[in-house]
């Protein structure tokens, strides 16, 4: 069975930072290509950044450039979200997917809320 | 890159079926068949229901499709179920440097 389970989150000050981890089990992990995906509180999907299979090559979205830095750990099936610098508006539930369809995610995380309040 | 735009809401009765529209430009939606669309209950993750415009993972019941015109992307609920109501997103390939961009999001209400 495939699982995805993050950790990681919590209530942080604004300027700190914070990583984001999601272990993955049930499947070849190295094989997948792997994703985060945000959820501001009652606001819609953003998705945030991606990661090839071996680590070699990322991809963000245009707003989190700069401050969120995707990586894994294909030892031990783990993938995670430095998020630097945190600010207000990246207050929300995050997700981590796996990009196991073309250009899709198949499977997901149940999400870690991250809240980010003085 | 903004968002793909859908409606906020549509409504149906059982039985009846519902068209959910996902916009974009000629540079996403108008130039990738990579649509894809999520269904996303309260309290729970996001489930894939249709991928690349109008492919059905497998246990995703028939009565979810998908189609493509030009710049706008829909995905269509038929024999609407009251277990249907709830949040849908789509969610297309925009550029190889920025990957991807969800829609508005669409809540879908069983009357």
């Known amino acids: 069975e495939v699982q995805l389970v993050e950790s990681g989150g919590g209530l942080v000050q604004p300027g700190e930072s914070l990583r984001l981890s999601c272990a993955a089990s049930g499947f070849s992990f190295d094989d997948y290509w792997m994703h985060w995906v945000r959820q501001a509180p009652g606001k819609g999907l953003v998705w945030v950044s991606e990661?090839?299979?071996?680590?070699?090559?990322?991809n963000y979205a245009d707003s989190m450039k700069g401050r969120f830095t995707i990586s894994r750990d294909n030892a031990k099936n783990t993938v995670f979200l430095q998020i630097n610098s945190l600010r207000a508006e990246d207050t929300g539930v995050y997700y981590c997917a796996r990009g196991g369809l073309p250009f899709s995610l198949d499977y997901w995380g149940q999400g870690i809320l991250v809240t980010v309040s003085s | 890159q903004s968002a793909l735009t859908q409606p906020p809401s549509v409504s149906g009765s059982p039985g009846q079926s519902v068209t959910i529209s996902c916009t974009g430009t000629?540079?996403?939606?108008?130039?990738?068949?990579?649509v894809s669309w999520y269904q996303k209950l309260p309290g729970t993750a996001p489930k894939v229901i249709i991928f690349e415009v109008s492919n059905r993972p497998s246990g995703v019941p028939d009565r979810f499709s998908g189609s493509k015109s030009g710049n706008t992307a829909s995905l269509t609920i038929s024999g609407l179920q009251a277990e249907d109501e709830a949040d849908y997103y789509c969610m297309s390939f925009i550029s190889p440097t920025t990957p991807y961009v969800f829609g508005t999001g669409t809540k879908v209400t069983v009357l």
């Open positions: 000629n540079s996403d939606i108008g130039y990738y068949n990579r």
């Open positions: 990661i090839k299979t071996d680590g070699t090559k990322t």
